[in-house]
């Protein structure tokens, strides 16, 4: 039975209609802001692309993605839904010859049939997915770190916006975003899990970046899981928030800086996934027509429900529930939409 977490006396302060108002107001200033501030240019994505290929994000390797066939060249192709944006952009970037330092983002609608219902995940994921160009000697943590500031002060941006659009609205966010290595977080609480480590340092500080994710640790496990062909496991991490509405940490984003000829391939050898260089976009990679990047994804309703302190995601997007979900929802005024 699928299992939600309920916060005590749970009511949200905003009715249907209010939230619907500022699920838009969110989403128009965040992305807006974001786009000045890393210099993209928003532009228009798929929703399925072709499976030879292999664009598609693979996540962290078992996921199925959604697919069916259509006729092509008197036989059949098959698609994928997407899982996400992260390899499409790159190839993008190239084909639109975007300059050195600035980038593109999108709208990101995915369908991740797999995904097991709780209070923030859902079959249905909208993103913005965003990559940008960069140069061999911005590959550092420095940079990187530097764009997660960037990112991290959009969202204190939208706080200061939205303390004026509603009565009585109350920040979140600490005044600066913590940075740790999973490595070190494991030396920290080597007895937690990685997931329990996120947690208590989320709540310990506010809101982190765990930077190194996709690689074993020390312990002989991973922090995470990560694909191993669009970031490099060196310069990447996600951004967690304490959510004081469910006592726990939130992933608000995922990001990195992306693989080179040569970390691509050792990221395939790492996880026994060398077939992979027959595919096109591999093929393009390793043939240098692609260019060095930056990017990620950030979770479109995942930030309403932070901004507005929802108890559940689907309080600020439509999907699909199972009935125990809506049943318990309804007797304890969590409005789904």
Known sequence: MTKIYIPKDYKSSLNLAQTQYFIKE??????QTLAKNLDLLRVSAPLFVRSATGV????????????????????ETKLEIVHSLAKWKRAALARYKIPMHKGIYADMNAIRSFEEFDNTHSIYVDQWDWEKVIDSSDRTFEYLQETVNTIFQTMKDLES??????DGYKKLLPEKITFIKSQDLEDLYPSLTPEDREKEFAKKHGAI??????????????HGDRSPDYDDWELNGDL?????????ALELSSMGIRVTPKSLKSQLEKTNTLDRLNKEYHK????????????GGIGQSRICMFFLQKAHIGEVQVSIWPEEVIKECEENDVILL
């Not at 916006?161 to 509603?166: A, H, M, N, R």
């Not at 970046?209 to 991973?222: A, E, P, T």
């Not at 967690?240 to 726990?248: A, D, R, S, T």
């Open 56 to 75: 598609n994000d693979n996540l962290s390797g078992h996921e199925s993605p959604v697919s069916f066939n259509i006729k092509e060249n008197g036989g």
């Open 209 to 222: 970046f765990v930077m190194q994710i996709g690689g074993l640790l020390k312990s002989g496990v991973k």
């Open 26 to 31: 969110i989403k128009d200033f965040f992305q």
């Open 240 to 248: 967690i928030v304490w959510n004081p509405i469910l006592e726990n």
């Open 161 to 166: 916006y939205l303390q004026l659009k509603i």
């Open 284 to 295: 393009n990679l390793i043939e240098g027509k692609l260019p060095l990047t930056i990017g």
